[in-house]
Nanobody, 116 residues
Framework: QVHLVESGGGLVQAGGSLRLSCAAS????????MGWYRQAPGKQRELVAA???????NYADSVKGRFTISRDNAKNSVYLQMNSLKPEDTAIYYC??????????WGQGTQVTVSS
């Protein structure tokens, strides 16, 4: 099992910034991609950003240029720097890790609320 713990969510005004962190523990060997997903009320969970173990990144079009994903393999951690936040970024943000290219693990989620 891989245990993921997120932190860093909160309430921020539009245009502000937040930094999310996610630390993995347990069976952290052979973790491949890590990423951030979000789910707004009444909507499906969607990919926000992902990063491979070698640092290749992928972003949803809606966050390109505003969010930056990074990873510290030595600390088994992934981060999401969110700048120029918009009210539509309001959601629960979930950390995700894939191990051995087939097993997906999720954190408990952290709430991000952006006020207008």
């Amino acid at each position: 099992q891989v245990h993921l713990v997120e932190s860093g969510g909160g309430l921020v005004q539009a245009g502000g910034s937040l930094r999310l962190s996610c630390a993995a523990s347990g069976l952290v060997d052979n973790i491949n991609n890590m990423g951030w997903y979000r789910q707004a009320p009444g909507k499906q969970r969607e990919l926000v950003a992902a990063i491979t173990s070698s640092g290749i990144t992928n972003y949803a079009d809606s966050v390109k240029g505003r969010f930056t994903i990074s990873r510290d393999n030595a600390k088994n951690s992934v981060y999401l720097q969110m700048n120029s936040l918009k009210p539509e970024d309001t959601a629960i943000y979930y950390c995700q890790a894939r191990r051995l290219w087939q097993y997906d693990y999720w954190g408990q989620g952290t709430q991000v609320t952006v006020s207008s």
